[in-house]
């Protein structure tokens, strides 16, 4: 059967701390990455999802194939080595505010190519799923994110997720000019992503922007500010789902691109989908770490009835 949702990214060992890195002591073993975490934010609502990537030939490379099985996710393209398996640090407080420390230099999956792209279904799935921090692990990798974005057939999401620990804004947005004419739908934050690579902190600019690159449509993320939508149909505010708990902000921006590809891939309205990614964003803001907290789909449904 062919998956609804692919997901192209590095799958990262996490140890995540509650407090900033400069004076964090004690630290959280789990399983995150921006791809693994969006994979298993879709999958959690009940979607077929594949993870495409390469996992080192060590012991976190087989825990992590295992975590990504146990949260349902079709770990077939998940191949083993060459490499190392790659992990981060992260220190987050409730406002939000982190700071990443990388593990990741040569890593199995800085070794994608577009090779595996053909090797994988991409051209068959509903959705496909890329993102800037893919394409800014290796030259191979950025060709990976492009040949996908070309090969998809159906409706190709692409979250800029400027990392500036990993690549320039100029060769992030160097990408983004080349996946944006695929896109069915850009999902960059403001001002994190929009500042970088789009030159404006303002949403409704942002928007216009991903637009005048060939996107059919933007969902700009502001945070506690909604996200802002643009496409041919018009221009509307999504309002964001008030969180009941907040203890980690890492992974929400995933859960919402995860879960607005899953239901655009089950064939749902642009608005509707970003309904749902809003709130499974806001669920995940209860968790600690990037996969601390996943939305289910009676949640996420259940919150939108509500809000």
Same mark, same amino acid.
């Given at each position: 059967?062919?998956? @609804?949702?692919?997901?192209?990214? *590095? ?44 996992? $080192? ?5 087989? &825990? ?23 992990? !981060?640090?992260? $220190?987050?407080?409730? @406002? ?5 420390? !990388?593990?990741?230099? $040569? ?5 994608? =190519? ?14 496909? /799923? ?9 030259? =191979? ?11 998809? &057939?159906?409706?190709?999401? !692409? ?9 320039? #804004? *100029? ?17 960059? =934050?403001? #001002? ?5 690579? /789009? ?25 506690? @500010? ?74 996420? @449904? ?6």
């Amino acid at each position: 059967m062919n998956p @609804d949702v692919v997901v192209i990214g *590095e799958p990262l060992v996490e140890f995540s701390a509650p407090t900033p890195l400069t004076s964090a002591e004690t630290f959280r073993l789990s399983f995150s990455g921006d791809a693994l975490n969006a994979a298993v934010a879709a999958a959690a609502t009940g979607a077929h999802v594949a993870l495409v990537t390469r996992t $080192g030939e060590d012991e976190f490379g087989e &825990r992590l194939i295992a975590f990504a099985e146990a949260h349902g996710i079709d770990t077939r393209w998940m191949w083993r080595g060459p490499g190392h398996s790659g992990a !981060y640090a992260v $220190g987050a407080d409730p @406002d939000g505010d982190r700071a990443f420390a !990388y593990m990741r230099s $040569g890593s199995a999956a800085s070794r994608l =190519s577009p090779a595996d792209v053909a090797a994988a279904p991409v051209a068959e799935a509903g959705a496909v /799923l890329l993102s800037g921090i893919t394409a800014a692990l290796s030259a =191979s990798c950025a060709a990976t994110v492009v040949a996908a974005a070309e090969e998809a &057939r159906g409706a190709v999401v !692409y979250d800029p997720n400027f990392r500036g620990r990993l690549i320039t #804004p *100029e060769a992030a947005r160097e990408t983004l000019v080349k996946v944006a004419p695929h896109a069915a739908l850009i999902t960059p =934050s403001c #001002p994190a992503d929009s500042v970088a690579l /789009l030159g404006t902190a303002d949403p409704g600019e942002a928007a216009e922007a991903c637009l005048g690159l060939g996107a059919a449509a933007a969902a700009v993320t502001r945070g506690a @500010d909604g996200v802002h939508v643009a496409s041919a149909a018009g221009r509307t505010t999504v309002p964001a789902v008030p969180a009941e708990v907040i203890v980690d902000a890492t992974g929400a921006g995933d859960a919402f691109a995860g879960v607005v590809t899953a239901r655009l891939a089950a064939g749902a309205s642009l608005v509707d989908a970003v309904r749902a990614g809003t709130a499974a964003a806001s669920v995940t803001l209860a968790g600690q770490g990037g996969t601390g907290r996943v939305a289910t789909a009676a949640e996420i @449904d259940a919150l939108l009835r509500e809000f």
